[in-house]
């Protein structure tokens, strides 16, 4: 199935309304994320279907839990730009910031951002403790972190009504049965597009 088939049908599954120009996007996005990839090793996945579904529609499951509106989206540890690059895409009102402490990788997102003309986009070069003065009111990760790791550092960089969102496997539940203190959750099962996956996306609201 030729790359435009797979990722309208994945839009549609998702309830995703896209603009003419995004499929677009995102092709050239998985030209630039495999040539890269050989020098840069960005992703261990090759093969152009797993990449639009493992990544790519991976990413835009977040959307399904994030409300509509002009919101600072915060994404931790973005590698090659997941899920904060595909979101941005399909969601051009958020202003999403890539923070990602390798070389490397930051030089591709940047190179990323300007060849997708992806103005809402900003790549700080950063661990996410080290990130200060600084505010969103989302902030989502992948399997990055635990739960309770995610809490420690980075909750400092959520605003007072803030909340984080995860993609997870089956076991999260393990990771959220031991967390104390004020913390609340909120789960979304979630069926991957063209994949016999389901997510579990993971709202965290906690006070500090």
């Known amino acids: ?18 603009a003419d120009d995004i499929p677009g996007k995102f092709e050239t996005y998985l ?22 579904t493992k990544h790519f529609l991976d990413s835009l499951l977040y959307l399904k839990v994030i409300p509509e509106g002009q919101l600072s989206i915060c994404d931790i540890g973005s590698g090659a730009g997941f899920p904060g690059i595909p979101m941005a895409i399909v969601r051009p009102e958020l202003t999403v910031a890539l923070i990602e402490p390798s070389r490397k990788k930051t030089a591709f997102l940047r190179h990323m951002k300007n060849r997708l003309s992806l103005q809402n986009i900003e790549v700080i070069e950063s661990r996410i403790e080290d990130v200060k003065d600084r505010l969103f009111d989302i902030a989502v990760t ?38 104390s203190g004020d913390v609340k959750f909120e789960i979304f099962p979630i069926a991957l597009p063209g994949a016999s996956l389901q997510r579990n996306l993971i709202k965290v609201y906690f006070k500090r």
């Open 142 to 179: 992948r399997a990055l972190f635990s739960v309770g790791d995610l809490i420690k550092k980075a909750g400092h960089i959520l605003k007072e009504d803030g909340f984080f969102v995860l993609n997870k496997g089956p076991k999260f539940e393990d990771e959220i049965k031991d967390i």
């Open 31 to 52: 030209h630039e994320l495999k040539k890269w990839n050989r020098a840069y090793n960005l992703t261990a996945l090759k093969d152009d279907e797993e990449i639009i």
């Open 1 to 18: 199935m030729e790359i435009l088939k797979i990722l309208k049908k994945g839009f549609s599954e998702l309830g995703i309304k896209a």
